[in-house]
T-cell receptor, first 112, second 112 residues
């Protein structure tokens, strides 16, 4: 099964700045998924990242706020731009495998 | 909107007791999956049950699926303190573009 390395594991950022989160997968995958988990809430899908094409964003999420890169089949980044305290969440990447999904360990972001 | 709803929202039991969590969903599904999350970290895949299956076992875990009622349950037998975590059901449905949609989750606390 796939192993995902996600970093940073946590960060505290000033409002108005941006943070880029990285996910490295130990095998090639067609699609990578980015989720947000707000405090005390469940996971919400932000976007699906496909190699060689623009990411597909879910309702309520836009590319200007959450730009995504997918330069190859094993790597993706999510940037949280122009951050505000409302962006304080855990962000997780994920890949689909045969019998479920594998998730990165998450990035706990606090915006002050 | 989230596909799955879970109950209870929180559950507190003594070590050795069984814990049952329920999940309901709205549309026809391809499969339903259960995940565990410890302390707001990454999610761990527990079990996947396909729409044509009614019951699956994995160690101390037992999952049932009733597609007529659009519901699933996760039973953890002989619970341990290490089972303390949040548990989420997630559905894979064609209506949602085969993306994983999460329920609200159940917080389980096992007291030793």
């Amino acid at each position: 099964s796939a192993v995902i390395s996600q970093k940073p594991s946590r960060d505290i950022c000033q409002r108005g700045t941006s943070l880029t989160i990285q996910c490295q997968v130990d095998s090639q995958v067609t699609m990578m998924f980015w989720y947000r988990q707000q405090p005390g809430q469940s996971l919400t899908l932000i976007a699906t990242a496909n190699q060689g094409s623009e990411a597909t964003y879910e309702s309520g999420f836009v590319i200007d706020k959450f730009p995504i890169s997918r330069p190859n089949l094993t790597f993706s980044t999510l940037t949280v731009s122009n951050m505000s305290p409302e962006d304080s969440s855990i962000y997780l990447c994920s890949v689909r495998k045969e019998n479920g999904y594998t998730f990165g360990s998450g990035t706990r972001l606090t915006v002050v | 909107s989230q596909q799955g709803e879970e109950d209870p929202q929180a559950l507190s039991i003594q070590e050795g007791e069984n814990a049952t969590m329920n999940c309901s969903y709205k549309t026809s599904i391809n499969n339903l999956q259960w995940y565990r999350q410890n302390s707001g970290r990454g999610l761990v895949h527990l079990i996947l049950i396909r729409s044509n299956e009614r019951e699956k076992h994995s160690g101390r875990l037992r999952v049932t699926l009733d597609t007529s009622k659009k519901s699933s349950s996760l039973l953890i037998t002989a619970s341990r303190a290490a089972d303390t975590a949040s548990y989420f059901c997630a559905t894979d449905a064609s209506e949602y573009g085969n993306k994983l949609v999460f329920g609200a989750g159940t917080i389980l606390r096992v007291k030793s």
